[in-house]
């Protein structure tokens, strides 16, 4: 019933950018917060960045100055500004979003896309 579908992923060399998009369709009432975690092969999905519906962003310490996470409440998307990036940030990104569903009161429910693939090449 709650899609979170990503988009904006691909190839970009050593120091280019991205932008990520993020898009929550469905019966809902608004999205609390929402965010990004990242995979890369062989490792551990870790919090990339999160940004509350107060708008209050938290990043890990490896993109911080580089990546910037926004929303856009009206169209229930999150975006992840990516610049200056790097090999090591290859990996397949996956959005959050923690949404209030019209159907279950506003009931709070936390709801994964399936991953966009970021790969930055030296």
């Known amino acids: 019933q709650v899609e979170v579908a990503e988009s904006g992923g691909g190839l970009v060399q050593a120091g280019g950018s991205l932008r990520l998009s993020c898009v929550v369709s469905g019966n809902i009432f608004g999205i609390d917060s929402m965010g990004w975690y990242r995979q890369a092969p062989g490792k551990q999905r870790d919090m990339v960045a999160t940004?509350?519906?107060?708008?209050?962003?938290d990043y890990v310490d490896a993109v911080k100055g580089r990546f910037n996470i926004s929303r856009d409440n009206a169209r229930n998307t999150g975006y992840l500004q990516m610049n200056s990036l790097k090999p090591e940030d290859t990996a397949i990104y996956y959005c959050y979003a923690n949404v209030r569903l019209v159907s279950s009161s506003g009931r709070l429910y936390n709801y994964w896309g399936r991953g966009t693939q970021v790969t930055v090449s030296s």
């Open positions: 940004v509350t519906s107060a708008g209050t962003t």
